[in-house]
């Protein structure tokens, strides 16, 4: 039977003492219960490990040995509950991530960064997805979590808030909107825009769609097949992107 790990390391401190009175002041027990912990740790060795009188403590060959040998024990066996408790929190192991398009340029690298510097037994990876692909890829297990924007999370699947993003718009550096400090949606509206592609996100797409139902003239809409807004900042030939 494996010895109690607590009399063990009050043995420990005893074996550094080598006195029952300074060790219980330095554990914070009283030394009756010192004494009693010391000789149930004998009994259940089956052998001695100090030799006692009234004014030191000697250890026994035994002793010595397991004075040497515990340390190093003790210190795998707190591993193995650390490990286990880190484990059990989600701080090792690998992390699947899958995030959309638009999310993919500040928010997913700063999350994922941060998991990393916080855990490191944690390995974390994230793919690039068409938004409507996540929630269900969440619910079904292919993925752990899923960082998108604005989308509504499907069924047995619960959203966080994560960060709150401002939509802008990207123009050309000689664009005639560009030295505008604010630009209004129907200034906007007289030329073409980029959006996200629909079938990448479509809560974006009408959500930026809606802000110029009731502008006239209505806007040309331009949708890259790509479904990421960071083209609009190499987009010369088209002359206004949001």
């Known amino acids: 039977m494996a010895p109690d790990t607590v009399s063990l390391r009050y043995f420990l401190v005893l074996a550094q003492e080598l006195n029952f009175t300074r060790a219980a002041a330095r554990i ?76 993919g340029a500040e928010t997913a690298p700063a999350l994922v960064d941060r998991l990393i510097r916080g855990n490191s037994g944690l390995e974390v990876g994230a793919v690039p997805m068409a938004t409507p692909e996540i929630s269900p890829a969440v619910a079904d297990g292919r993925i752990d979590a899923g960082i998108t924007r604005g989308e509504q999370p499907g069924r047995g699947v619960r959203r966080f808030l994560l960060r709150r993003a401002r939509i802008g718009v990207q123009l050309a550096q000689h664009h005639p909107l560009a030295e505008h400090p604010e630009i209004e949606i129907a200034d906007a509206a007289a030329y073409p825009l980029r959006l996200p592609d629909r079938a990448a996100n479509p809560v974006i797409h009408d959500q930026l769609s809606a802000l110029f139902r009731d502008t006239r003239p209505h806007p040309r809409f331009h949708t890259p097949r790509t479904g990421s807004m960071s083209g609009a900042r190499n987009c010369g030939r088209s002359p206004a992107g949001c």
């Open 28 to 103: 914070g027990i009283a030394q009756p219960a010192l004494s009693t912990r010391m000789r149930r740790l004998e009994a259940e060795l089956g052998t001695a490990l100090l030799v006692r009188n009234t004014r030191s403590v000697v250890l026994t060959t035994a002793g010595a040995a397991l004075a040497e040998s515990a340390p190093p024990a003790l210190a795998a066996l707190d591993r193995a509950w650390d490990t286990a408790r880190s484990a059990a929190a989600g701080e090792l192991g690998t992390l699947r991530i899958g995030y959309s398009l638009s999310a």
